[in-house]
């Protein structure tokens, strides 16, 4: 189903959409409308005026007090505590396994979700109209949303955040004035970090705009892939600016709706050669902070060329990437892809490229991208065994790539789901650690393969152990005898430390 059915006057249309149902295509139409609609409405936002009359329209004096009155610092009060506006498992400085809380998470709010987020679906439009918005798209009201999020963060004791260039400051009608108004932004976010905060990683969004409808590295257009240079080129040079330590490509539309009309090779060959084009621009301009890809198997598109880490850790290998960069691993996106997040995230630590984590979770009764804060204690702990094994995530983090359910409309909020999603994840730690300090999973494990540990188990791992001298092996000892996997064991020691 083309696309074009996720048109604005598509959606906004009760009698197109009704039609559509009744093709017997909704399921598919939610799939790809759901981050249309909601990307759609962050690009353009209700806007009444154009983004370059800075204020000559709304409501768009400077901000006078506080953006969260009435809601103080967070803190930690411990897993006692009725204060929904504290921490309960998530003490920052609390030290876990040597290290302190905050240095195993490393948490990042996401500047999309939290303050673009509109609560807009494929069925109805926006229902969060946060009071500091004045319905205008400009860059005075981008820079009010960025004192915004600086006190969010403050508040929520984050030193980290995320954005998409097009989230923190408007398109304009030309490149040029485009990067103008990113500049007038990020020179006020440069401002308002001080010292402390810093992204933990930005982006450019190729997804929203036309222009990227057939992709933006992978597009059948030579000007397309120009543009997308060029704005990436930009975003880079943004996120160096402000001391980003990572920088995401998420190529939402760099895949197919069908196979009739692409060339998939010479696709992919653009996409490897707009990826050598960031490396080498990236060393130019002397970014320290890693490359990230972010795997998704559809969604907008039919198929993602990265559609899980499994196929991104191959594409680098191919194309002489590797050493170059790391993955973003996305919770909700391994569930799309029909694998656990902890999949996902053994692929890539296995294979040397787990660098992020977007926290996150999808609905099991749901088949599209639905962004929710995690709040899982199992997933949690299986999540945190990963980035225990991996040493940590730093220069990466915890970026929470999530939002607001549409019928979440309280500023408190935002705050609730962050303390929530914190929380499940510092519990996550707390039974992680518990499972790695008792170490009888860890035995179990072992055991389960000690027979490697033989001398000719260590010869077979050094590859060192031909098929003839098996075969030899084979014969003289005759039919191996199998032990019990302790699946259920495993299972209930897992169980026990959470």
């Known amino acids: 189903m083309s696309l074009m059915i996720c048109s604005t006057k598509c959606l906004n249309d009760f009698d197109c959409l009704m039609n559509t149902m009744k093709g017997g295509r909704v399921v598919l139409l939610v799939l790809l409308c759901w981050n249309v609609a909601n990307f759609a409405v962050i690009a353009a936002g209700p806007q009444t005026c154009p983004a370059n009359l800075e204020g000559q329209c709304g409501d768009s004096e400077e901000w006078k007090g506080e953006f969260f009155p009435g809601i103080p610092k967070i803190k930690y009060e411990g897993p006692k505590s009725k204060n929904h506006l504290a921490f309960k498992w998530y003490n920052a400085e609390e030290v876990i396994l040597g290290k302190k809380m905050k240095d195993w998470m490393r948490f990042s709010v996401a500047f999309w979700h939290t303050f673009r987020g509109t609560g807009g679906d494929p069925f109805g439009g926006p229902t969060k109209f946060w009071p500091w918005e004045d319905g205008t798209n400009s860059v005075a009201m981008a820079k009010r949303r960025m004192r915004a999020n600086f006190e969010f963060l403050d508040k929520i004791g984050v030193d980290y955040w995320c954005f998409h260039d097009r989230d923190i400051a408007p398109e304009g009608n030309t490149l040029k004035e485009s990067n103008a108004y990113l500049d007038e932004v990020v020179a006020l976010a440069k401002e308002l970090q001080g010292s402390k905060i810093k992204p933990l990683w930005g982006t450019a969004q190729l997804f ?23 704005q990436v080129k930009k975003a880079m040079d943004v996120t160096n600016y402000l001391g980003g330590e990572n920088y995401v490509f998420w190529g939402g539309r760099e895949g197919y709706q069908t196979l009739l009309n692409t060339d998939m090779e010479r696709e992919l060959n653009h996409l490897a050669s707009f990826f050598h084009s960031a490396v080498a621009y990236k060393k130019k301009i002397g970014f320290n902070g890693t490359l990230l890809i972010e795997p998704k198997p559809q969604e907008p598109t039919k198929h993602q060329y990265d ?34 997040c902890h999949h996902e995230l053994e692929t890539a630590r296995i294979n040397g490229l787990l660098g992020n984590i977007d926290a996150n979770t999808g609905d099991a009764q749901v088949g599209w991208d639905t962004d929710q804060f995690l709040t899982d204690i199992s997933e949690a702990t299986m999540v945190m065994l990963s980035v225990i094994r991996n040493g940590g995530l730093a220069p990466g983090g915890f970026n929470f790539d999530a939002k607001l359910r549409r019928e979440s409309t309280d500023v408190e909020d935002i705050f609730i789901a962050h303390i929530g999603g914190m929380d499940t994840l510092a519990r996550g730690l707390r039974s992680a650690a518990k499972l790695v300090e008792d170490g009888a999973l860890t035995e179990l ?13 260590k010869k077979i791992e050094a590859g060192e152990a031909d098929f003839v001298f098996l075969e030899k092996k084979a014969l003289e000892w005759g039919e191996p005898k199998v032990p019990s996997a302790k699946q259920e064991l495993a299972e209930m020691l897992f169980q026990s430390a959470l």
């Open 307 to 340: 559609w899980d880490a499994a196929t991104a850790a191959n594409f680098l290998r191919k194309y002489g990437l590797l050493g170059e960069f790391k993955l973003n691993i996305e919770c909700n996106h391994a569930t799309l892809s029909g694998h656990s």
């Open 208 to 230: 929203v705009q036309p222009r990227y409808m057939h992709g933006a590295a992978t597009s059948s257009e030579l000007g397309v892939y120009a543009y997308a240079a060029a």
């Open 445 to 457: 494990v072992r055991k389960r393969y000690e027979s490697f540990d033989s001398d000719i188990g």
